[in-house]
């Protein structure tokens, strides 16, 4: 399977034209994505808003080969019916063409294609086939969704295609749908564009154990959450979560981020925060060449049927020439993420955010709170709680402890320990305790076999501490923060929201 990136971008695209956000200007100056379309081995293409066919153009990309074409709902950065008439004008005209889609996105085609054609495309030897698509199967079949797939093209060159209900329409354009398409040689997408979060559970059913080879999903919104029914970068990640623990994303997944607008962080700190997350961004134009794999074998359970083949890694397009090349990050199954990450910082700098979100896109978490609130009564405090708390995925399991060792030595899921700094605290009424006790933490966190991620707090940068507690308090901190710093894979300070890496540095290998 191979597939081309023909947008990644959202209805406005990235940069919106208008815009002077900082967020387009970087976007501006480094990579240009028009509106989103995924082509499927030149036969099969997946949305077309008015962008694609010239960014196809520009990309070198013919479309003369396509025989499929599948739009995800009647919104215009999905649909150009133009495009249909382009076509009718071209030495494809007379080639068999599937339209499928929502009946209302057909509708939108059906009439254009009459007003400025003058005969409904749908009428007999047209060379266009209308296939409605509604979530579920064929048509308005019932069934359960994921049963009875479209079947587009004859024997080796056919595809199936299942789509699938989407958190996304209007009452104008009814829902929308997502695509899961096998194509010829077994490979496996999914086209999660346009959506909010939580699918809808028919969907979260169909796609369990798919062991997909491509994920596409739609991140809108980045850190500006509220705009249309659209993923924003967490609720991006908890549905990677979900994913994996449906055994829809597995090792050798590619999961890409499309549909990018400007809400997102500028370009660089996107691509740092998708790859915390074990996905990617790749530019418009960009290529995967998918090995061919064995026909999945249906399940039902979360497991995947077969074991997923190496990825093989993104290779810009022959004879693109675009300002930045298309990235060429290594895939997932290459990528282990960091064993030991301690993430230091100041009061409300961000520190906690920007541990969680290295973790929001696994499926199974432990959150350990250091501390029992000082004083139940204590409102602020209660409230600082409940804030970290609603933040957190549901799937998350909070322990409340101090004994961070047992926790370090045993095996389980990831750990994000919030923080260093408040076990210090609980423990500073026994010097020689305290002493010992890091001692023992240090070496569990050495030697852990977990993955873990730890935040504290960093003390020192400002005046000296008025009481003794104070300064006894802050030289533990900093002697604990230097030493678990020095066992760690990989340390970070957060300064204003924005996290810097200070070990290892960017020119280490
Ligand atoms: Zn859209
Ligand atoms: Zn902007
Ligand atoms: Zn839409």
Not at 9 to 27: F, T, Y
Not at 52 to 59: D, K, N
Not at 138 to 151: N, Q, T, V
Request: one cysteine or more; hydrophobic letters at 45%; glycine letters at 10%.
């Amino acid at each position: 399977m191979r597939v081309t990136l023909l947008g990644t971008g959202s209805a406005d695209g990235w940069p919106n034209p208008w815009c002077d956000c900082a967020s387009c200007a970087w976007a501006r100056k480094h990579e240009v994505r028009g509106q989103t379309a995924v082509l499927v081995d030149d036969a099969l293409l997946l949305d077309c808003g008015p962008d694609v066919p010239r960014t196809a153009a520009r990309l070198g990309v013919r479309l003369s080969g396509l025989r499929h074409l599948l739009i995800s709902h009647a919104h215009p950065d999905h649909l150009g019916p133009e495009s249909l008439m382009w076509r009718s004008w071209s030495s494809a005209a007379g080639r068999p063409l599937d339209v499928v889609g929502p009946p209302a996105a057909l509708a939108v085609c059906r009439e254009f294609l009459t007003r400025w054609e003058g005969a409904d495309p749908a009428r007999e030897g047209s060379a266009l086939r209308f296939v409605p698509a509604t979530a579920g199967g064929r048509s308005s079949g019932g069934g359960s969704p994921g049963d009875d797939p479209l079947r587009l093209g004859a024997g080796d060159a056919g595809y199936l295609v299942r789509p699938l209900a989407a958190r996304h329409g209007s009452a104008s354009i009814g829902p929308a749908v997502l695509y899961d398409v096998t194509a010829p040689d077994g490979g496996r997408l999914l086209y999660g564009c346009d959506t909010a979060a939580p699918l809808p559970a028919p969907t979260l059913a169909a796609v369990t154990g798919r062991a997909y080879d491509v994920v596409l999903l739609e991140e809108n919104n980045g850190d500006r959450p509220g705009f249309g029914e659209h993923l924003d970068l967490a609720s991006f990640a908890e549905l990677v979560a979900e994913l994996r623990r449906r055994g829809a994303v597995v090792d050798g997944t590619r999961v890409l981020a499309v549909h990018l607008s400007h809400r997102n962080p500028p370009g660089d700190e996107l691509a740092r925060r998708l790859a915390l997350l074990g996905a990617q961004a790749p530019a418009d134009g960009a290529v995967l060449d998918l090995a061919p794999r064995a026909p999945l074998v249906p399940v039902r359970s979360p497991a995947p049927a077969v074991q997923p083949q190496p990825a093989t890694p993104l290779a810009p397009l022959a004879g693109f020439a675009a300002p930045a090349a298309p990235p060429t990050a290594p895939a997932s199954t290459a990528q282990r993420p960091p064993h030991r990450v301690l993430i230091t910082g100041g009061a409300r700098s961000g520190k906690s955010a920007e541990a969680e979100r290295r973790l929001l896109a696994e499926p199974a978490v432990v959150y350990v709170a250091t501390s029992a609130p000082p004083d139940a009564t204590d409102a602020e405090w209660s409230a600082r709680i409940a804030a970290h708390r609603e933040r957190r995925p549901a799937a998350w399991t909070t322990v409340e402890t101090l004994d961070l060792v047992a926790l370090l030595r045993s095996p389980g899921p990831p750990l994000l320990v919030d923080g260093v700094g408040l076990w210090v605290a609980a423990l500073l009424d026994d010097p020689a305790e305290l002493a010992t006790r890091a001692g023992e933490l240090v070496e569990a966190w050495r030697h852990t076999a977990r993955r873990v991620v730890a935040v504290t707090d960093e003390v020192g940068s400002g005046v000296v501490p008025a009481t003794a507690d104070g300064r006894r308090f802050r030289d533990a901190l900093g002697h604990l923060n230097a030493e678990l710093a020095a066992a760690s894979d990989e340390v970070w300070q957060v300064v204003t929201g924005t996290a810097i890496r200070l070990r290892p540095r960017a020119t280490d290998p």
